[in-house]
Nanobody, 130 residues
């Protein structure tokens, strides 16, 4: 059974930090790209960041570049998202998702190219107060 289980969300003041975790199971971790998406009420889902655990390549949306850091622990089949300098506009439900990795896919394509993600977690709420 495939599982992606996000954790680490919560309520934080603007300028604060949170660290999200996404342990994965039921598929070959190294063969997939893992991405974080978020969706705020009334808004479309937005790609935040992605990583390909096999080679460690990462990509960030412009809205989070320099503030968020994605990483993977291949021994634990877990992806993390360290979020610093949080802003009220970062408030959303954050999801991790997995899709088969292809060497010719760019990070931008994984997040913004309409790639179909096979597996999704249930989401974790992040709320940033002003």
């Amino acid at each position: 059974e495939v599982q992606l289980v996000e954790s680490g969300g919560g309520l934080v003041q603007a300028g604060g930090s949170l660290s999200l975790s996404c342990p994965a199971s039921g598929f070959t971790f190294d063969d997939y790209a893992i991405a974080w998406f978020r969706q705020a009420p009334g808004k479309e889902r937005e790609g935040v960041s992605c990583v390909t655990p096999k080679d460690g390549s990462t990509y960030y949306a412009d809205s989070v570049k320099g503030r968020f850091t994605i990483s993977s622990d291949n021994a634990k089949n877990t992806v993390y998202l360290q979020m610093n300098s949080l802003k009220p506009e970062d408030t959303a439900v954050y999801y991790c998702a997995a899709t088969p990795a292809f060497t010719y896919y760019s990070g931008s394509y994984y997040l913004h190219g309409g790639v179909h993600y096979d597996y999704w977690g249930q989401g974790t709420q992040v709320t940033v107060s002003s």
